[in-house]
Every structure is written in C-alpha cells, then in structure tokens.
C-alpha cells in the first residue's frame, strides 16, 4: 500500500506530460516525436536557439496550437479539444500586452472580470499581486509611465492574478537590459517559489535558463537533446550539440591511443600535444574522439608550472578584461586558438595581471576537466 508520500510525490510526477507529440506545418516539422514529464511546482525551462521548436511546444501547452500527433495532459487531463481558456493554464507573452488605457490596477485586474468573485474579492487579490511584485505604490499609474522592468512585473502579477496551475512565459525578460534582466530573474524565481505555481518558460538566453529553472530540456530541429538540471546540463552535457550550445567550450579532434582504467590518451593534433582525460565511457585505441573542455578549466600561468602532464604552451593573441573576470585567446604552436576563462578574484594592477597581449604563457588541463564524444570534432 502507498503512503501518503507517495501519493503526494506521485501527483507531483508527470503534473505536465507530453507524450510523442509531433506538430508539422505543411511538410515542415517543428515538434518532433516529443516526450516529457514537469513536475508541479517546477520551473522548467524550454532552451533552444531560433526555430528549435520551444515555442511551437509552449504554444500547444497554451491551446493555441494543436499536436498533429501525441497527447497532453494537464494535471491528469487530456488537453485534446480544450479550448485556451478553457485550460488552467496562462501565458505572459515577451511584448507584455498591457492595455495602455488603463491603470496598473486595472491591467492586473482584468483577468478576472469574469470569474466568480465579489469586487471586495477582486480587488483584494489585485492588492495581493501587486505587493507579491512589488508595485503596490504605483497601482494608479499607466503603462507608458513605468520603467521596462515595472512593465514586466505588471504583466507577471496579471498573469497570476487568476492563479492558473501552469503559468507560460515567452522569453520574459527579452526585452530587458542586462542589469535588469538578471536582477529581474532572482525576482521571478522568488514569486514562484511563493506562489508553488509551475512555471515553464521559453528562452534563447542560457544565463536566464540556467539561473531561473530546476531543470532545462535543451531543444534542437523539434528534438529534446537533453533534459536535466543546469549544473548536469553545462558540467555532462550529453553530445557535442549541447556541449557547444551551453556555455563556451573548445572543442578539437583526436583519437585515443592508450587506455589504462578510467583514463584515456588523446593524441590531439591541433593542439601539438596528447592529453590523459578521465572518463566514465568506454573507448578503444584508435578510435576517432572530440575532445572538449571549458574556459574556465584552463589554468594559465607564465611561471613554468612543476607538473608535465597535460601542458600545453602558448602565445596571449587576444585579452579581454570584464571586470569580474578575463578572457584570454592562447595561439598554440600549430596556430590553434584554445581560449581560457579567469576569474579576478583579487583586485590586481596592471603589472600584476595574470598575463597580457603577447606573453608567454603556460596552459594545464587537469584530466578531470576535460570532455570525450565518440566522433570527430
């Protein structure tokens, strides 16, 4: 017998389950043989570059497009041949669509002309969203006289205001400075943490993705490639397309030519050198492999550093400095450009830069850093 745990963990499972969907248009396939689970209460994010088929897929959860193939259930409930606002469903669309004739009060209020409330009830909940946003003091104004964040959050909370099970959002924060937009993101985590509404939201931006979900599904050509939580996603991505989209990365051909245990030698041309890379996979001398590993992996130095392994030598091409952190392009004896990531953890003058246009410089890849793909680069 189930326990009441069990119970509650399984209502939790599958709250949003898309099975095989497919969605063509004439002979164009946008949504392709999709399945996928979203747990309730979950922030989950759609992620996938222009056409990827993300919001054809938000879209048929929204009602406004219906799968050629496939089912979806909404908290247990086939969504076939139920209207869009017949679902319990709401979406906050990237324009906002705020009515610009009226006040931020009415705005958030508009949804619920029609529901089975009393005024006192109505305007009782519009006071709720906009103290849970944070906008209480201008709830008399006009749309055209807020910032482009208070417009966000005046379309967030009346997006809310009708307390849907699922809420959709099309790249929320598109239109958005970066200051704002990641200021705005810990915002809309916060609100649905309040609020235990599940969220699904549809971005291009990795940063946002991966900063606002508990789990992203990365999409490419109507496919899921890869569903998981962030850190997952960008530390064991599982092929080279969701290696190359997530974050940056270098990426060189290779191929093995020892194997002892868990670790491998690749013999890597483009780099001038062989490197010894740990790895959970099973591979073969001879076998052709992309070799990938991040920025940020890379130690620098211009002191000759004690260890052999893995060393690779080069020339600073190019050197960016942002602040927070430095982006370096290394030129390798063969011409290659590896690039590598540092953060500046302590405040430095110029002199004391880890290096700079032109130095000499000394590049470790630690064999746990790297990553393998069967294939070439």
Avoid at 66 to 83: E, K, L, N, W, Y
Avoid at 333 to 358: D, I, K
Wanted: aromatic share 6%; hydrophobic share 40%.
């Amino acid at each position: 017998m189930e326990t009441e745990e069990q119970n509650t963990e399984s209502s939790k499972a599958g709250f949003i389950r898309i099975e095989s969907v497919t969605k063509k248009f004439s002979d164009f396939v946008a949504v392709d043989n999709v399945s996928l689970d979203i747990n309730k209460g979950e922030l989950f994010a759609l992620l996938g570059g222009s056409g990827c088929g993300k919001t054809t897929l938000l879209r048929m959860l929204a009602g406004f497009e219906s799968p050629t193939s496939g089912r979806i259930f909404i908290d247990g409930q086939d969504m076939a041949g139920v209207a869009p606002y017949d679902r319990p469903v709401n979406m906050m669309f990237q324009s906002y669509a705020l009515f610009p004739h009226m006040t931020v009060s009415g705005n958030v209020g508009y949804g619920l002309k029609h529901e089975a409330m009393t005024p006192a009830q109505r305007q009782d909940r519009v006071k709720e969203m906009l103290s849970l946003v944070q906008l209480s003091h201008l709830a008399d104004r006009k749309p055209h006289q807020l910032s482009g964040g208070q417009r966000q959050r005046v379309a967030l909370a009346r997006s809310l205001a009708k307390q849907p099970k699922l809420l959709l959002l099309d790249e929320p924060l598109g239109a958005l400075d970066k200051k704002l937009r990641e200021h705005t993101q810990f915002e809309i985590s916060n609100i649905q943490y309040k609020m235990g509404i599940t969220f699904v939201v549809v971005t291009h931006d990795q940063e946002e993705a991966m900063t606002l979900a508990s789990r992203i599904a990365v999409m490419d050509q109507g496919v899921i490639r890869q569903i998981g939580p962030p850190s997952h996603i960008y530390e064991n991505p599982s092929s080279k397309f969701v290696a190359g989209f997530i974050g940056s990365i270098n990426m060189v051909g290779g191929e093995i030519i020892n194997v002892k245990g868990d670790t491998v030698e690749v013999l890597a041309p483009t780099l001038g050198h062989s490197l010894q890379v740990s790895t959970s996979s099973t591979f073969s001398v001879g076998e052709k492999v992309s070799l990938a590993v991040r920025p940020e992996k890379i130690s620098i130095s211009r002191k000759r550093p004690a260890t052999t392994a893995n060393l690779l030598k080069g020339t600073v091409q190019d050197f960016g400095y942002f602040g927070k952190d430095s982006l370096y392009r290394i030129k390798l004896p063969t011409g290659h450009l590896l690039s590598v990531n540092t953060v500046n953890a302590q405040r430095l003058s110029g002199e004391e830069a880890t290096a700079t246009w032109e130095d000499e410089v000394y590049l470790t890849i630690n064999r746990d850093a790297a990553m393998l793909f069967k294939g070439d680069a």
